[in-house]
């Protein structure tokens, strides 16, 4: 009763605020609506699919050698595959829950298109390559420790074909972008509370960069801005590996619950510490001519002219849903 009162009295508190900074918060979640339509939509929704047929199709099975794939994949399509393939891996049996628990601690990365569209643009060669190695190998390595020993079984259910599958899996992209897009628009709205409180400002007193950090902490694709107000190669590769609260939200929207917190946290800060630690090294090796801070500064990063490509996108994701809902009516 006392958690119940206490739930009612903190989203009145949400609530207030939320009138009271209208204006912000609007235009924070402007801002990110507009953000997912163009970009987001566009690039997850592909991916999102993919996973889709993966997993449906049985086509990553069971053993080691699924799982793997899953670890690597996740390095590569971006912060939300590796919860849809690890969540169809524990739906399909291949994974029990103590296993999908593990491989979500791990099967977790930005994509080397996220990180070339916010920090490595301007960068050379080496210096890209080497952000790129930062990012993914502590939580290679990580995946190698945490999983070592476990046996996944067999896949069990149903393996998919044809119409069915491919229905099944774009239907499942549309509810799990919807899902990706949601977390990103509250946290938004969270953003611009704090913003109207003056928290950033207030963190300002501390150190001019410290506002920023603590935006791209919250998230990570605030991180644009970190590399041209003068922010280190380091430090971004550890906020990249970490890859932020509403990045975390996104993947607990997708595992339905399965995300063990203190656990991904805790592995989260190691490789993100391990990422910083990596780049550091580098730095004298890799990224000699980024010393310079004429070559970190990056012209600003624009969601880019997608014409009629998002509107047909979020077209069709609604129409997927409301017949999805449909059929499970009947």
Same mark, same amino acid.
């Given at each position: 009763?006392?958690?119940?009162r206490?739930?009612?009295?903190?989203?009145?508190?949400?609530? +207030?605020?939320?009138?009271?900074?209208? /204006?912000?918060? !609007?235009s924070?979640i402007?801002?990110?609506?507009? &953000?997912?339509?163009?970009? +987001?939509?566009?690039?997850?929704?592909?991916y999102?699919?993919?996973a889709?047929?993966v997993?449906?199709?049985? @086509?990553?099975?069971?053993?080691?050698?699924?799982?793997?794939a899953?670890?690597?994949?996740?390095?590569?399509?971006?912060y939300?595959?590796?919860?849809? *393939?690890?969540?169809?891996?524990?739906r399909?049996? !291949? *994974?029990t829950?103590?296993?999908?628990?593990q @491989?979500?601690?791990?099967?977790?990365?930005?994509?080397?298109?996220?990180?070339l569209?916010?920090?490595?643009?301007?960068?050379?060669?080496?210096?890209?390559?080497? =952000? =790129?190695?930062?990012?993914?190998l502590?939580?290679?390595?990580?995946?190698?420790?945490?999983?070592?020993?476990?046996?996944?079984g067999e896949?069990?259910?149903?393996?998919?074909?044809?119409? &069915?599958?491919?229905?099944? /899996?774009?239907?499942?992209?549309?509810?799990?972008?919807l &899902?990706?897009?949601?977390?990103?628009l509250?946290?938004?709205?969270?953003?611009a509370?704090?913003?109207?409180?003056?928290?950033?400002?207030?963190?300002?007193?501390?150190h001019?960069?410290?506002?920023?950090f603590?935006?791209?902490?919250?998230?990570?694709?605030c991180i644009?801005?970190?590399?041209?107000?003068?922010?280190?190669?380091?430090?971004?590769?550890?906020?990249?590996?970490?890859?932020?609260?509403?990045?975390?939200l996104?993947?607990?929207?997708?595992?339905?619950?399965?995300?063990?917190?203190? &656990?991904?946290?805790g592995?989260?800060?190691?490789?993100?510490?391990?990422?910083?630690?990596l780049?550091? +090294?580098?730095m004298?090796?890799?990224?000699r001519?980024?010393?310079?801070?004429? +070559?970190?500064?990056?012209?600003?990063?624009? /969601?880019?002219?997608?014409?009629?490509?998002?509107?047909?996108?979020?077209?069709?994701?609604?129409?997927?849903?409301l017949?999805?809902?449909?059929?499970?009516k009947?």
């Amino acid at each position: 009763m006392k958690m119940k009162r206490f739930g009612l009295v903190m989203a009145a508190g949400l609530l +207030l605020l939320t009138a009271v900074f209208h /204006a912000q918060v !609007s235009s924070g979640i402007l801002t990110a609506g507009e &953000r997912c339509v163009t970009v +987001l939509v566009p690039s997850l929704y592909c991916y999102s699919i993919i996973a889709g047929v993966v997993t449906r199709s049985g @086509m990553l099975g069971g053993g080691k050698a699924g799982m793997a794939a899953v670890v690597i994949l996740s390095q590569l399509g971006g912060y939300p595959l590796g919860a849809q *393939l690890v969540s169809g891996m524990y739906r399909s049996g !291949s *994974l029990t829950e103590a296993q999908a628990r593990q @491989m979500l601690c791990v099967c977790i990365g930005c994509g080397p298109g996220f990180l070339l569209g916010t920090v490595c643009g301007g960068l050379p060669v080496g210096a890209r390559l080497w =952000m =790129m190695a930062s990012v993914s190998l502590p939580q290679l390595i990580a995946a190698l420790v945490l999983l070592h020993g476990i046996q996944p079984g067999e896949y069990r259910t149903e393996r998919l074909t044809g119409t &069915r599958l491919l229905t099944e /899996a774009v239907e499942a992209a549309a509810g799990a972008m919807l &899902r990706i897009c949601s977390m990103v628009l509250a946290m938004a709205g969270a953003m611009a509370v704090l913003d109207g409180l003056g928290v950033f400002r207030l963190a300002g007193v501390l150190h001019p960069k410290v506002p920023l950090f603590l935006r791209s902490l919250l998230e990570v694709s605030c991180i644009t801005d970190w590399i041209p107000q003068g922010g280190s190669l380091p430090m971004a590769a550890a906020l990249l590996t970490f890859g932020g609260f509403c990045v975390h939200l996104q993947i607990a929207s997708l595992c339905g619950g399965l995300l063990p917190w203190l &656990r991904f946290w805790g592995i989260r800060l190691l490789c993100s510490a391990a990422a910083y630690c990596l780049c550091s +090294l580098g730095m004298p090796l890799f990224c000699r001519e980024v010393q310079t801070a004429s +070559l970190l500064l990056m012209p600003e990063v624009r /969601a880019h002219e997608a014409g009629m490509l998002p509107g047909i996108c979020l077209l069709l994701m609604s129409a997927l849903l409301l017949y999805r809902s449909e059929r499970v009516k009947r």
